[in-house]
């Protein structure tokens, strides 16, 4: 353990100093100890077109200056741009799926695999139980 390191954190007789010298010690050690993994995010579903990230980020844009303003008009027009926009969402996944169904092989292996992605269910192992006769 490096002792120098503490002697500056205590040699100090401001508070505020103290304090701020220990955060900075803190965290250089904790973020030396732990370092940031990475993590892959998952990918955008088909169905978001350009117009609907478009539509995302206008959304955005309302959400931000209705925060900041007093307007109830401005509030109401967010909320509802909101719900348009969420059924937009859910039309535009309904017509990617029908999609997915109709141009697959086997409808009904399809349409599971759609529910099962949606409900975040894994696969299942199959156990096979061996006898000897």
């Known amino acids: 353990m490096n002792y120098d390191i503490w002697d500056k954190i205590f040699g100090e007789n401001d508070v505020d100093k103290i304090f701020n010298n220990f955060h900075n010690t803190f965290l250089r050690i904790f973020y030396s100890s732990f370092p940031k993994k990475k993590i892959q995010a ?18 955005r844009e309302i959400c931000l200056s209705s925060r900041n303003s007093k307007n109830p008009k401005l509030k109401e027009h967010y909320k509802s741009y909101c719900k348009l926009l969420s059924k ?10 029908n999609k ?17 992605s949606k409900t975040g269910e894994k696969k299942r192992e199959r156990r096979y139980i061996i006898t000897e006769y």
């Open 42 to 59: 998952k990918k955008n579903c088909t169905c978001m077109t350009k117009g609907i990230k478009i539509t995302i980020n206008h959304k």
């Open 88 to 97: 937009v969402i859910k039309e535009a996944k309904i017509l990617q799926y």
């Open 100 to 116: 997915q169904i109709l141009a697959s092989y086997n409808n009904t292996r399809t349409t599971g695999n759609i529910v099962k």
